[in-house]
């Protein structure tokens, strides 16, 4: 891989930084760097894709208590590509309350989870 007019890559001690201008489709894969010296090489690599990143809920919302009568939970995240849908799951916590998480990297048996989905209304573009 070397500088193209899409691939830069700089040298800013003490590292090298690859910029990938105008992202697209054609750009993803996984991308690997090695680097060796007099004691050995190593190695690390990163995936480069369209999927969005993880959502990121605004403030401490993980345990809601049962006090409160309305609430609004926000998140965010970013894309490459429109987002089409959340899929957002819940559950009833052990004091009573509504914590909000990922069913895959909890320890609760999956059907203690509802799920609903969100369905996003993608803007028409023409």
Same mark, same amino acid.
């Given at each position: 891989l070397?500088?193209?007019d899409e691939i830069v890559i700089e040298n800013q001690e003490p590292k090298? @930084?690859?910029?990938?201008? =105008?992202? /697209? @489709?054609?750009?993803?894969? =996984?991308? /690997?760097?090695?680097a060796s010296n007099g004691l050995g090489f190593a190695e690390d690599s990163i995936e480069v894709t369209g999927?969005?990143?993880?959502p990121i809920f605004?403030?401490?919302?993980?345990?809601?208590?049962s006090s409160v009568k309305e609430l609004n939970i926000t998140w965010s995240t970013d894309s490459m590509f429109p987002i089409t849908q959340y899929l957002l799951a819940y559950r009833k916590s052990?004091?009573?309350g509504v914590?909000?998480?990922?069913?895959?990297s909890s320890n609760s048996a999956p059907s203690d989870w509802s799920?609903?989905?969100?369905?996003v209304e993608v803007p028409n573009t023409s």
């Open positions: 070397s500088t193209s090298y @930084v690859m910029k990938i201008e =105008k992202l /697209k @489709v054609k750009n993803f894969g =996984k991308y /690997k760097c090695k999927k969005p990143r993880p605004s403030g401490d919302q993980r345990e809601i208590l052990q004091t009573g914590i909000l998480s990922n069913p895959s799920q609903s989905i969100i369905p």
